[in-house]
């Protein structure tokens, strides 16, 4: 039967393919969703070691995140307007006016 | 009373070197050399005075002006002492210096810088009162290096002649020769201090007395170290081998100077030292043989190098050389009152003979070259008198001065059964005869070598040659003073007379000597009386030459000295300092810098590498985690 | 009059605030003005100092950071008495001798700064209120060397500050690490230095705390091989720049060995004795070899003072009162001197803007007084009896003698090699004919030269005949110190190399 | 049926909440007041903030040592008081930098100073409370609006800035979400005084130390991302230079504190439960950090970009501080940096005056070293003011930096670090050469050009500001005594 471990595997995986997510994009958009990936992962993780302890605090963590990926999504996409009205574009490549 | 005379002695030279030293900077005022000369007179007066108390008295005078350096447990008075032999040194060095300064009013009438010579002059007597005066060796290094300094003043008094190279004057110009002289006698200087310094560390003072009743507890390596450093500190102001270059370069300073200190009294001051210090060195006989030998060779050697010189001055100075290396051998041998006497004696005839060949000088307009003079008898016969009565006593002719101190110490030497020595000396005294009179020869006799149309020789002013007058008196009969002379110093010295079987050769000895010096003069006089015969063949012969060039001694100190410290100094600075010490300085700061450079690469600016970089972190720490995990 | 050492510190900085509102024109007199009384006062803390007594006086402590055991804690002995009172003397002289026209407002404040600084540092008896103002003393120095200086100020300027204060930093860890072993052992937080020289510590320690403190000091002094920001900072300096450096800055080094080093570790330092007297002979000897090398008069004396810092530091660790006494006269001889020859060389700087030998020669005809005082300046330099120069040399080599026979002899060479590379510069710049057209023409001292040198002149003589005012109370500190060292000292070997004078009275 | 829930109020204990109730009330009231009136000017919004932040003060001021509330999830011990103080002082200090005599736009938002109030509560939360899920939320909404306050900063550089800053900081949200995790796995509760409880008991289960490790490892990633150190510090320069200068100097300050205090809570409960390995990583990345951070602010052309540098550096050196988990060690950290806000900022608001709005000194930097040449000669109260700045950073007493300094190397040495305090006393020396750079080109140059824009943006407030920053910084050795006994008694009360 399906334990705790199987999910936390299941969630470090994700985990680490949002990771990879977040290094290979390059377009800005993307590289955001790849961070809610990661997000999701850990929320996955928290369900479930919330059910194995059975107690709400993982889960309440759980949607915390969710709450705050969103308005992290909200900020950032406000952001990335106004660079791309600036920019023209949302490749991170271009995005290396400051550097050394 | 006499406290007072002794500060009269003492400081009068002070005074009339600040008074001299107020017109320092202005044109030539004879009354400052008047002035000077009655000051000198007053020191020589006084000095007097107080020979005759201590000579009546026999006791001796002891005054502390005041405390100087005190640190530690170490103290160091002003203190001065006036006994037999530092009476003896204040009187011959007053009497000497007050000529000297009545001479320079003559000798320096032309020079502009008149006040500041008699400046100099003066300061350097006062430095001298307190080399012999001072009742500790401390106050013995304050004259010792006064009278470097003002030798230095006097040998460069003419800074502004340029140098030239060794082939047109040995002496390259008369600040170069200054240099020399002090630097030289600082290197025997180090020596004297640490001769002071084991001395304080073994006996806790530097008082005479003190040191002196202190000594038969020191044990014999000790009193040998210290011997033999203070008589390093003596071989650097007394010239000896082979710090002794300096002195005939030293000839650079005006006549008068070199009368004064390069002859009478400053080069002797080494000698003193070693009388002054007699405890310690006849308690270390092995020093005082070196001494002593060290001291017939430089005899023979200076005489050596005198034989062939042309130069007026430098044949003197070689023949003070080979004189004090009489002085040190007798003092060598135990005889300090003999090296003292001769010391006197010496010290007048050698500056009489000095200053005859100053009014040479002022006759021939500088000239120094023998071979272009001859024939001056008619034009300065005073001077050619007293010239002449001087090489005698050089010479060791009786009745004369030098006969009486010069054979004594011969006597020595047979009588301490070191016949070497004594043959040496005894041989000497023969080219001293030789060398002093070829010089008077010939300077005075024969015809004249110069150009007779542009030059024309005159006497020196009345007044100079009768200040010279006492000097000539006493050249000639100090030599009757010997026994009055030895009962007076031996109160203080150990006393030394000749063992029986000596006083029965005695006339045979004195028969030797004077066969040598009678024998120099004859050969001299043959050769040089009516003329001067070139003799290519043997002017050109090695021995002639090698003397002629000092043995070469001044090329070689100039090419395995001087040159090599100045290239290495070179090299110290530009490969060792700049490129190794101070490149690593800069090299280190240079590094960090440049690893600024390098790391400031990291920050391309460029998103995606920081997230890898933050990436990178992250797993890499969770992997060290891990492994330092297992390990546990 | 119980405060008047804060008086002495602070009135030239408050003096230095005030300047800002002093006009232009009138700011050189102001300076003057306040450095003259600051020197006036501190004449003053001399005549009321107790000779007699060898501990500190006229202490003052104020507790700043008690949690952290900071105090104002300030006296002064015997020791630091005469250096204070020649930091004032060479700033007064040195203002009335500044040729620098150049914003010379700026000039004058920051000189009464400098001024508060230096003093501030003779006087501390609090660790971090000593290292406060070693620090704060750099400040000042960047300033006049790299705004007054030469064509390569910024550089020397800045190396200057670098290389002293990564020493000082290793230095202030030493401190904080001597805090902590005092509050180990006593539970109470201290950085008083009277404190500290209570504390007997293991001879590790000693070793470690030792050489923390060494870096600090040593850049200063400075030892070779850490000494080569002092030609550059010498090199390019304004000669004012030079004068206080010399004089006062360097002797910072030697004084904190003094004040720190002997009586906190006194087996460290006894253990160290060998590997110092090494780097000081070759201090003494190489430098002076350089110095014989140079072209440039200024450079000269500038690896001259190294090589006679290298006597200052011999004679620190003779471990005997004649030793430790020498040297701190020989601080002051070396001040007073080396200032002065700086200054002289300035006068030749402002004549002809050059200071290379080549240029120079047969000055003596030219400028008679100038030769007269810059010779009387050379004989002290090259420790000529009767001269302020021969007392402390004497003393040092004397008191070393009783450590090292063979050392003090190397060491010993000082006063031939010095001889040497002085006479040459004198030959070459002074004697001769005058070649130089350039020369011909040059004016010799003029009133404000002349009245700003013949003080350090008369200074020079008068400590050379009759050091014992001087010499008396520095001597019966040192002594006590030694006394006080030679019963702290825990291994044999140190109490038998600490020489305590027989004429000495209690400890510290 | 379920039972009637009933929570007494004292129990919630809501005057913990208060401090940071204040603020968000205050950032509402500002959005009503736009929306009542177009058209007002940004003093008035600058002043009522500061206002605002005043009675936050003395809200904070009232609060007693050692309280829960809120269901236990705030806590209010020693470290959250005087932090939140600090932060508020902080922002007090900042907030009047919006009053420069050119008119920069974000100011004219009210949103801009709204944003600013929610970040400080969020900056409050964090530092006053010990349960995950609160610090989470806390850092979180302080980053989002720092972000948005970066961005209103209208330029290209500023967007860059601000888009660099999120990813990162989106990123490091997870890594630190993911940590929480973990330590729930581990434990079964996200409240760290009951975590520890737990930990303590499982911490000789075979194979738990990886966990552990792991836990700790994500978590520090999370804040080392935020305390910009090596090599998660690659954000720091970038962002400060986009921001505008007073806004960098406040990041190098504010956000810093708060995410100190967390750390403290954090690591400090792993190095107290004896996992030294923490300790030894943290000490390994302060090291780096600062010797890095040193090296590469040696090198740069500009000021703005060096002080980046060197606010890093200085970040290392408090993590040294916080790696010895000593009292000395944490007061140490506060010393510091309540010294090093007033001359940082002092140092930033002087950038901020020579910023000039579109003419740039040249296309790539806004201060480079060439700007400053010869200040002394164009405004010396200013220069003089600088080089004061300079040489407190650079540690030279008895400038404020230094005291932090000294204290920060004697909590090391007192706890066997020497070789740390040698290696901070190095780098202080490298650190030297940069600031002293600056002093070199305002003190030892002549002027180039754009003289005029070096006093470009000066005004009243600017100057108060700045006065206070120098008198903070030169008078520090008068108030180092109150300041530490006071940090001392809160810290050891908190028992850290």
Same mark, same amino acid.
């Given at each position: 039967m399906i334990g705790l471990s199987h999910y936390l595997i299941v969630s470090a995986l994700i985990f680490s393919i949002g990771l990879m997510g977040v290094l290979r994009r390059r377009n800005l958009l993307m590289l955001f969703f790849a961070t809610e990936v990661m997000l999701n992962a850990v929320n996955i993780a928290f369900a479930a070691i919330s059910h194995y302890y059975n107690d709400l605090t993982g889960q309440m963590f759980a949607f915390f995140i969710i709450a705050i990926a969103a308005s992290e999504v909200a900020v950032g996409l406000g952001i990335l307007i106004v660079l791309y009205k600036k920019h023209g574009t949302l490749d991170l490549d271009d995005l290396a006016s400051m550097k050394g | 009373m006499m406290e007072n005379l002794v500060y009269i002695a003492l400081f009068a030279p002070f005074a009339s070197s600040l008074f001299a030293a107020l017109f320092g900077m202005s044109p030539r005022q004879t009354f400052v050399g008047i002035i000077a000369s009655l000051l000198l007179f007053t020191s020589f007066v006084a000095s007097a005075l107080l020979a005759y108390y201590v000579y009546t008295t026999g006791n001796s005078i002891h005054v502390t002006m005041m405390e100087w350096i005190s640190a530690g447990d170490l103290t160091i008075p002003f203190g001065f002492l006036v006994d037999q032999v530092s009476v003896t040194m204040m009187t011959v060095v007053t009497l000497v210096s007050t000529v000297v300064h009545i001479y320079s009013i003559g000798y320096m009438d032309?020079?502009?810088s008149f006040n500041r010579f008699f400046s100099y002059l003066s300061a350097f007597v006062f430095s001298m009162m307190i080399l012999v005066m001072s009742d500790n060796f401390a106050g013995l290094f304050i004259g010792w290096e006064g009278v470097g300094v003002c030798s230095w003043l006097l040998i460069g008094f003419w800074y502004h002649k340029a140098d030239v190279t060794r082939d047109e004057n040995?002496?390259?110009s008369p600040s170069w020769a200054a240099n020399e002289a002090f630097i030289v006698n600082r290197i025997a200087d180090l020596g004297m201090l640490v001769g002071l310094f084991i001395i304080y560390w073994n006996v806790g003072s530097l008082q005479y007395d003190v040191v002196f009743s202190a000594l038969p507890n020191l044990s014999g390596s000790v009193l040998n170290a210290a011997a033999l450093a203070l008589f390093i500190g003596a071989m650097g102001k007394s010239a000896q081998f082979p710090l002794h270059t300096w002195l005939t370069d030293a000839m650079e300073g005006p006549t008068p100077v070199s009368a004064l200190i390069h002859a009478a009294t400053m080069v002797t001051a080494g000698v003193f030292l070693v009388i002054r210090a007699n405890p310690i060195f006849s308690m270390t006989p092995e020093v005082s043989f070196f001494i002593a030998a060290l001291g017939t060779f430089v005899a023979f050697f200076a005489a050596s190098m005198a034989l062939v010189n042309r130069d007026l001055k430098r044949i003197i100075a070689f023949s003070t050389l080979s004189q004090l290396g009489y002085m040190f051998a007798a003092a060598g041998l135990g005889a300090y009152w003999i090296a003292l006497f001769h010391l006197a004696a010496h010290a007048f005839f050698k500056a009489l003979l000095f200053l005859g060949a100053g009014n040479v000088m002022h006759a021939m307009h500088d000239e120094l070259d023998i071979f272009k003079m001859g024939g001056l008898k008619k034009a300065m016969n005073w001077t050619y008198a007293y010239m002449g009565v001087a090489s005698l006593a050089l010479a060791g002719i009786p009745v004369f001065a030098g006969f009486f101190s010069k054979d004594a110490i011969i006597e020595t030497a047979f009588n301490e059964g070191t016949y070497v020595l004594w043959a040496i000396l005894v041989l000497t005294a023969g080219m001293t005869a030789f060398y002093s009179f070829r010089q008077v020869f010939l300077t005075f006799h024969g015809k004249a070598r110069y150009d007779e149309s542009t030059l024309h020789p005159h006497e020196m002013y009345k007044f100079v040659l009768i200040a010279m007058s006492p000097l000539a008196l006493l050249a000639v009969i100090a030599g009757f003073f010997m026994g009055g002379f030895q009962t007076f110093v031996t109160k203080l010295l150990p006393d030394y007379v000749m063992s029986e079987h000596t006083h029965h050769l005695i006339w045979v000895l004195t028969a030797v000597v004077l066969v040598f010096a009678v024998g120099g003069i004859w050969l001299a006089y043959k050769k040089y009386a009516n003329g001067l015969k070139r003799d290519e063949e043997l002017e050109n012969s090695f021995i002639y030459k090698l003397l002629a060039n000092q043995y070469y001694i001044p090329q070689f100190y100039e090419e395995f000295i001087t040159k090599p410290y100045a290239m290495l100094s070179e090299k110290m600075w530009t490969s060792v300092d700049m490129k190794i010490v101070d490149a690593t300085v800069d090299g280190i700061a240079k590094l960090i810098y440049k690893s600024g450079d390098g790391s400031?690469?990291?920050?391309?600016?460029n998103l995606s590498n920081y997230l890898n970089w933050m990436a990178v972190g992250a797993v890499l720490l969770l992997v060290v985690a891990a492994i330092s995990a297992m390990l546990g | 009059m119980d405060n008047i050492l804060s008086v002495l510190v602070f009135f030239p900085a408050i003096a230095g605030l005030l300047g800002f509102v002093v006009d232009k024109e009138s700011a050189r007199t102001y300076g003057i003005t306040v450095a003259a009384i600051e020197l006036f006062l501190s004449l003053w803390l001399w005549f009321s100092?107790?000779?007699? *007594?060898a501990g500190m006086q006229f202490v003052e402590m104020i507790p700043l950071i008690p949690d952290f055991g900071v105090s104002y804690y300030i006296g002064v002995d015997g020791i630091s008495l005469f250096i204070i009172i020649m930091a004032a003397l060479m700033t007064l002289i040195g203002m009335m001798s500044m040729s620098i026209t150049k914003n010379i407002k700026n000039m004058i404040i920051t000189l009464l700064f400098l001024e508060m600084t230096m003093i501030g540092v003779f006087v501390a008896l609090d660790a971090i209120i000593f290292y406060l103002f070693w620090e704060l003393s750099l400040v000042p120095m960047l300033y006049i060397i790299g705004a007054w200086g030469g064509p390569l100020r910024v550089y020397a300027s800045i190396k200057f500050f670098l290389y002293t204060f990564a020493g000082s930093l290793i230095m202030l860890v030493g401190m904080l690490f001597m805090a902590y072993v005092y509050h180990n052992l006593t539970g109470v937080w201290s950085f008083a230095i009277t404190d500290w020289y209570a504390l007997v510590l293991p001879v590790d320690y000693q070793l470690w705390l030792f050489a923390a403190f060494f870096f600090g000091f040593a850049i200063k002094v400075p030892m070779f091989p850490f000494h080569t920001w002092l030609p550059y900072a010498h090199g390019q300096a304004p000669t004012i720049g030079s004068v206080i450096l010399a004089a006062v800055l360097l002797k910072m080094g030697t004084y904190g060995f003094v004040r720190f080093s002997l009586p906190m570790f006194p087996d460290a330092s006894v253990m160290m004795i060998t590997p110092i007297a090494v780097i000081s002979i070759i201090m003494i000897i190489y430098t002076a070899m350089v110095a014989y090398a140079q072209k440039d008069i200024k450079q000269v004396i500038a690896y001259s003072s190294v090589s006679h810092m290298g006597i200052i530091m011999l004679g620190i660790f003779a471990m005997n009162a004649e030793g430790i006494s020498g040297s701190v006269f020989q601080m002051l001889s070396h001040g007073i001197v080396s200032g002065a020859l700086f200054m002289l060389v300035g006068v030749i700087y402002d004549r002809r803007h050059t200071k290379l030998m080549s240029e120079f020669g047969g000055l003596a005809s030219v400028m008679p007084k100038y030769a007269v005082i810059f010779g009387i300046m050379l004989m002290a330099a090259v420790g000529l009896p009767l001269t302020i120069g021969f007392v402390g040399e004497f003393l040092v080599l004397l008191g070393f003698y009783q450590v090292s026979p063979i050392m003090t002899i190397l060491a010993g060479t000082s006063i031939i090699i010095g001889a040497i590379y002085m006479l040459a510069v004198y030959k070459k710049s002074?004697?001769?004919?005058?070649?130089?057209?350039? *020369?011909?023409?040059l004016k010799d001292l003029d009133a404000k030269e002349t009245w700003s040198l013949v003080p350090l002149v008369l200074i020079v003589i008068w400590l050379g005949i009759y050091p014992k005012p001087v010499l008396e109370p520095i001597d019966n500190s040192v002594k006590a110190m030694l006394v006080f060292m030679d019963e702290k000292a825990i291994t044999k070997e140190a109490k038998d190399m600490i020489k305590v004078a027989k004429s000495s009275q209690g400890g510290v | 049926m379920l039972q009637p829930i009933n929570v007494s109020l004292e129990s919630l204990n809501l005057i913990t909440l208060a401090p940071m109730l204040i603020a968000i009330a205050g950032g509402l009231v500002i959005l009503v007041l736009d929306l009542i009136s177009e058209k007002l000017h940004k003093s008035l919004y600058v002043m009522l903030t500061i206002l605002i932040l005043v009675i936050d003060f003395g809200a904070t001021l009232g609060l007693n040592v050692n309280e829960r509330g809120f269901f236990d999830v705030m806590l209010i011990d020693g470290i959250s008081i005087i932090s939140q103080l600090m932060i508020i002082v902080g922002s007090i200090i900042f907030i009047p930098l919006a009053l420069t005599s050119k008119r920069f736009h974000e100011y004219s938002y009210p949103e801009f100073f709204a944003l600013f109030l929610f970040m400080i509560a969020g900056f409050q939360f964090m530092v006053a409370s010990d349960n995950l899920i609160l610090i989470f939320v806390g850092l979180e909404t302080a980053s989002l609006s720092l972000y948005t306050l970066i961005a209103l900063h209208n330029r290209a550089n500023s967007y860059e800035a601000a888009v660099k800053y999120f990813t990162m900081g989106a990123l490091a949200a997870a890594f630190f979400a993911m940590g929480s995790a973990v330590v729930y796995a581990l434990t079964g509760s996200v409240e760290l005084y009951k975590v520890a409880e737990v930990m303590a008991t499982r911490l000789n289960e075979t194979g738990i130390m990886i966990a552990i490790f792991g836990s700790a490892v994500l978590l520090l990633v999370a804040f080392s991302f935020k305390l910009s150190l090596f090599p998660f510090h690659t954000w720091a320069p970038d962002v400060y230079e986009g921001a505008s200068a007073p806004l960098a100097g406040y990041m190098s300050v504010v956000p810093k504190i708060a995410a100190f205090v967390v750390s403290i809570r954090i690591f400090g409960m792993y190095i107290d439960l004896g996992v030294e390995w923490v300790r030894v990583t943290i000490l390994v990345l302060a090291v780096l950090t600062m010797t890095l951070a040193n090296i590469m602010a040696l090198v740069q052309e500009d000021v703005k970009r060096m002080l980046a540098y060197s606010s890093i550096s200085h970040a290392g050196f408090i993590m040294a501080a916080l790696a010895l988990d000593t009292t000395e060690g944490t007061t140490a950290i506060f010393l510091y940096y309540a010294l090093f806000m007033f001359t940082n900022l002092g140092a930033f608001a002087m950038l901020w005056i020579s910023r000039h709005k579109n003419r740039r000194f040249d296309k790539r930097f806004d201060h480079p070293y060439e700007k400053f040449a010869g200040f002394i000669h164009i405004m010396p109260v200013g220069a003089v003011i600088m080089g004061l700045f300079m040489l407190s950073l650079a540690g030279v007493p008895p400038f404020s930096v230094f005291w932090g300094k000294i204290y920060v190397m004697q909590a090391a040495v007192n706890s066997g670090y020497i070789w740390l305090a040698i290696v901070m006393g190095l780098n202080s020396a490298i650190a030297a050469y940069y600031y002293l750079k600056l002093i070199v080109y305002m003190f030892l140059m002549d002027p180039v050009k754009d003289?005029?824009?070096?006093?470009?943006?000066?005004s009243k407030p600017l100057m108060a500001v700045i006065g206070m920053a120098t008198l903070a910084t030169v008078g520090a050795i008068f108030y180092i005594q109150p300041l530490i006994s006071y940090l001392y008694y809160m810290i050891s009360a908190s028992g850290y």
């Open positions: - | 032309h020079d502009k040995p002496s390259i400031r690469k990291m920050q391309t600016g | 100092f107790d000779s007699a *007594n002074f004697f001769g004919p005058v070649t130089n057209e350039a *020369n011909k023409t | 003289v005029d824009t070096i006093y470009y943006n000066l």
